[in-house]
């Protein structure tokens, strides 16, 4: 026998049907407040994203402010490493008239010597003025500059003294490169005048490193004649080692004496990439 279906009766669909639309109503009403509170939020949003876009475009405007800013300084700082080169040069002008006014051989090769420690301060102002970074030196580069201009100075033929910079690029600051490149003309000047005599040949090295410590190392050797006995740094009367002893201690630093094969001067002291120079470990 098939079974009996329960009809749903007329007046039930209606209650369901009643039902429904209730139901749909209250949702409706709930999906009208969630649309409602979403768009508050939605607003809010937006304000804060007006705010925080408001922000972005202040700091780019700063951001752009400050690039001017270093940029505008680093002008004036190469302008001044350039005007401090200018002077100097004008200063080795002024000796080299002066010298051309005397016969004297001693007083001439005094105003030489003299000559070449401006110039060598002036070629640290070059070096700098024509880097990126106007605060360091690249120690390598000017030493690749002085190196030439001394034996020209000095007259050195490259047959019979050979010169080998045996160096790191090493960054100095100013503070820093200043006394090194006046104590390396100093040492340099010393090897060529007084390490071959009488046509003797030989090898000049000049030795640049620093260690990871921040401890600068460097040192002229040559293997010439030696450094005669008596001659040493804490008594010398003569200008050129005491001029060394006194810009040793304005780095701070130490100096070590080997009077011969090699003869040799080494200078340690402390010097960072950023910028601070002086102090030397005992
Ligand atoms: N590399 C060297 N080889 C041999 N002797 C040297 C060397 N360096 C220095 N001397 C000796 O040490 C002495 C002192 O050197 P120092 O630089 O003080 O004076 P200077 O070179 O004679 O004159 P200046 O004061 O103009 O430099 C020199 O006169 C020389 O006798
Ligand atoms: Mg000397």
């Known amino acids: 026998m098939m079974p009996t279906s329960n009809p749903i009766q007329l007046d039930d669909s209606h209650v ?7 139901e749909l109503a209250a949702t ?21 994203n007006g705010q925080l876009e408001s922000k972005v475009a202040a700091l780019h405007q700063s951001e752009a402010l400050l690039q001017r800013e270093v940029h505008e300084k680093g002008i004036l700082l190469q302008e001044i490493h350039h005007r401090v080169k ?15 006014q005397i016969s004297d051989p001693v007083l001439i090769e005094i105003l030489k010597d003299s000559q070449n420690r401006v110039t060598s ?13 106007l605060a360091h030196v690249d120690f390598k ?18 047959e019979r003294v050979r010169f080998e910079i045996d160096t790191d690029s090493v960054l100095l600051p100013v503070e820093a490169a200043i006394p090194c490149g006046l104590i390396v003309n100093e040492l340099i000047t010393n090897a060529f005048r007084h390490a071959f005599p009488n046509g003797r040949s030989g090898d000049v090295t000049i030795g640049l490193t620093r260690r990871d410590d921040d401890e600068v190392l460097f040192s002229v050797s040559d ?19 005491q001029l060394v002893r006194l810009l ?10 080997h009077r011969s094969n090699p003869t040799q001067l080494a200078v340690r002291f402390r010097a960072t990439e950023d910028g601070e120079a002086g102090g030397c470990r005992p």
């Open 248 to 257: 040793v201690a304005q780095l701070s630093g130490t100096v070590s004496i």
């Open 16 to 22: 369901i049907i009643r039902m429904l639309e209730e």
């Open 141 to 158: 580069s000017f030493l690749d500059s002085l190196v030439p201009t001394l034996v020209d100075s000095y007259g050195m033929k490259p």
């Open 223 to 241: 293997n010439g004649v030696g450094l005669p006995e008596g001659i040493d740094l804490e008594n010398g009367k003569t200008l050129g080692l």
């Open 86 to 100: 200018n002077n100097l040069q004008i200063v080795r002008s002024l000796l080299d008239l002066q010298s051309s």
């Open 28 to 48: 409706n009403q709930d999906v009208l407040l969630l649309t409602l509170e979403l768009e508050e939020r939605v607003a809010q949003l937006q304000q804060l």
């Open 121 to 133: 301060m002036a070629l640290v102002h070059q070096t700098l003025y024509q880097s990126n970074d």
